[in-house]
T-cell receptor, first 117, second 112 residues
């Protein structure tokens, strides 16, 4: 069974600084997808970034980028120029690349990020 | 605007009572999902549905029931058999099988 581990329950960063959130996963699959979701205090889940395992290039969305290390099964999220609005719980998630709609997202336990002014 | 609407935002359950959480989407998505969120445990899958009149158990289905009579609607009933129902419940939907999930704004269920 696949598992997702986020070893940092809480992190803090100063505004305008860069922070990296860690995520590791365990799978025997070769075809899969990885996601980072953000849950601000409103509790609305928002997709931050999506990575396809067959793509070697790391995904990037504005100030958010990932460091995808397939062999090490590592998928860290880097937030550059941190803003107060980045304060949120961040979840890493894994999904197999087959199985249709039965294919569920498996979530880590989350990292609570606080951006300090 | 298209999206997923969950109601109510807050819900209180008395001992031995069944309660139903509403989830409606106008995104024309086939697949819909219910997740439970507890502090420190991330999100866990309760039930999911691929098409109308079909649904499957997730990892923690005991004490819950669902129906999918319309494509747009996927209500979740928390039955009296669920002994620890206090949690934040999130409904989600997806168009393609490997695309992102769209989430509703959630329902916080508490026991009186």
């Amino acid at each position: 069974a696949q598992t997702v581990t986020q070893s940092q329950p809480e992190m803090s960063v100063q505004e305008a600084e860069t922070v990296t959130l860690s995520c590791t996963y365990d799978t025997s699959e070769n075809n899969y997808y990885l996601f980072w979701y953000k849950q601000p205090p409103s509790r609305q889940m928002i997709l931050v970034i999506r990575q396809e395992a067959y793509k070697q290039q790391n995904a990037t969305e504005n100030r958010f980028s990932v460091n995808f290390q397939k062999a090490a099964k590592s998928f860290s999220l880097k937030i550059s120029d941190s803003q107060l609005g980045d304060t949120a719980m961040y979840f890493c998630a894994f999904m197999r690349g087959y199985g249709g709609a039965t294919n569920k997202l498996i979530f880590g336990t989350g990292t609570l990020l606080a951006v300090q002014p | 605007d298209g999206g997923i609407t969950q109601s109510p935002k807050y819900l209180f359950r008395k001992e031995g009572q069944n309660v139903t959480l509403s989830c409606e989407q106008n995104l024309n998505h086939d697949a819909m999902y219910w997740y439970r969120q507890d502090p420190g445990q991330g999100l866990r899958l309760i039930y999911y549905s691929q098409i109308v009149n079909d649904f499957q158990k997730g990892d923690i289905a005991e004490g819950y029931s669902v129906s999918r009579e319309k494509k747009e609607s996927f209500p979740l009933t928390v039955t009296s058999a669920q002994k620890n129902p206090t949690a934040f419940y999130l409904c989600a939907s997806r168009m393609g099988n490997y695309e992102k999930l769209f989430f509703g704004s959630g329902t916080q269920l508490s026991v009186l």
